[in-house]
Each structure stands twice: as structure tokens, then as C-alpha cells.
């Protein structure tokens, strides 16, 4: 069984649209998280969100917002896409104050 | 900005042990020291995490430096599959988790028959 899922896997795209990347983990895990990959392969978190709070990278635009409809799924909006969006996305949840990080595969984002 | 610092990559042969050091000088009090790697296009897998203590799993141990200033990655026998990009970040834990988490440029680990 998938732990953290996240679909598509593959999404191109043009400039000015919006777009959503869906995830889903079936770990009971009550924080999930959104990451980036760039080109360079430099990974940086973009949201941290639990039941309780969303923390947002600052650096984050505002272009860009999760949703959650329940526990088990956090999907990243991105509105008004740009050449500079194209990375990959990496979704994960882990359960606070024990273990680590469990990772989807990725959805490979290209902005054209 | 990353805080940590790794060796940007390292041989190691099949069979022997992989030791992969990373610095943290300005850890905080709260704050983990957490490894994961990346293999090539795939989503990064956590590995081990610890605070002062030193910590084993099965997949590796983790020796973290009395002042905390720095840690090494064990993997006690290497296999090919072990190839990969190791990355050494540092995070609190809790309900006040910091978003500026980052996981800097890691060590790309090369298993050689």
C-alpha cells in the first residue's frame, strides 16, 4: 500500500493557468507538508499544516495555498502559474515529535 | 540558507562501512538532527533522526558530537542500493515547528563494487 500518494505524477502546463496537485496518506499522520525541488536540487519546505495550524514558508507566494479537506489530504492550488513554478513538488506527512518525513514520489511540474 | 554542511560527495566500496559527516554549528537547544537520502528522481526517505544521544536503526546509526556542533551518518555495510544523495537537516519538533527548514545540498554518495 502507497503511504503518501500524490497525483499526477507528471503536469505541463502554461503560463497563467491554475493548477492543483493532489496527495493522500493513509498513515494517520497529523501533519502534512509540501515541498520544493528545484533545478538545482535544492529541497525547501513550502507549508507545514496539522489540524491546528498552516505555516507558511514566507517565501512562499501567495500564488500558492494547500487545502485540506480532512486529515488525510493536503492539495497544493497554484494559481497564475509562471515559468519559475516548473520543479518538482514533493508532498509528506510525518507525526509530530516522532520519526521523520514519509515522502510521496513527486509531481514533475513544467510551466511553458 | 541550509544550516548544515556536507561534502558535496564520497566513494565508499561495496561491503564496507559509509561515514558521512555533517556540520550544524548553530544548532538550537530544541532542535533534531534529522537524515534522509534521495535516490535519483525519487521522493527522499528518512533514515534517522536524533537529539544528543546516539541512535541506531536498521538502516543506519547516527553519532551526533557532545557539543552537537556535528554528526556522522553511519551505513555499517554498504550496498549498491546505497547510492544516493544523503542529506543532514536540523528541526525542532512540536507544535511551534519552524518553517525555515531547509535541506541544503547534501553528499552524494557513490557505492563502488
Known amino acids: 500500500d502507497t503511504a503518501v500518494s500524490q497525483t499526477p505524477k507528471y503536469l505541463v502546463t502554461q503560463m497563467g493557468n491554475d493548477k492543483s496537485i493532489k496527495c493522500e496518506q493513509n498513515?494517520?499522520?497529523?501533519?502534512m507538508y509540501w515541498y520544493k525541488q528545484d533545478s538545482k536540487k535544492f529541497l525547501k519546505i513550502m507549508f507545514s499544516?496539522?489540524?491546528?495550524?498552516?505555516?507558511i514558508n514566507e517565501t512562499v507566494p501567495n500564488r500558492f495555498s494547500p487545502k485540506s479537506p480532512d486529515k488525510a489530504h493536503l492539495n497544493l492550488h497554484i494559481n497564475s502559474l509562471e515559468l519559475g513554478d516548473s520543479a518538482v513538488y514533493f508532498c509528506a506527512s510525518s507525526q509530530e515529535l516522532t520519526g521523520g518525513d514519509h515522502f510521496g514520489n513527486g509531481t514533475r511540474l513544467t510551466v511553458t | 540558507d541550509a544550516k548544515t554542511t556536507q561534502p558535496p560527495s564520497m566513494d565508499c566500496a561495496e561491503g564496507r562501512a559509509a561515514n558521512l559527516p555533517c556540520n550544524h554549528s548553530?544548532?538550537?537547544?530544541?532542535?533534531?538532527v534529522y537524515w534522509y537520502r534521495q535516490i535519483h528522481s525519487q521522493g527522499p526517505q528518512y533514515i534517522i533522526h536524533?537529539?544528543?544521544n546516539n541512535e541506531t536503526n536498521e538502516m543506519a546509526s547516527l553519532i551526533i558530537t557532545e557539543d552537537r556542533k556535528s554528526s556522522t551518518l553511519i551505513l555499517p555495510h554498504a550496498t549498491l542500493r546505497d547510492t544516493a544523495v544523503y542529506y543532514c537537516i536540523v528541526r525542532a519538533r512540536g507544535s511551534n515547528t519552524g518553517n525555515q527548514f531547509y535541506f541544503g545540498t547534501g553528499t552524494s554518495l557513490t557505492v563502488i563494487p
Open positions: 498513515l494517520g499522520h497529523d501533519t
Open positions: 548553530t544548532i538550537s537547544g530544541n532542535e533534531y
Open positions: 499544516y496539522n489540524n491546528k495550524e498552516l505555516i
Open positions: 536524533g537529539l544528543k
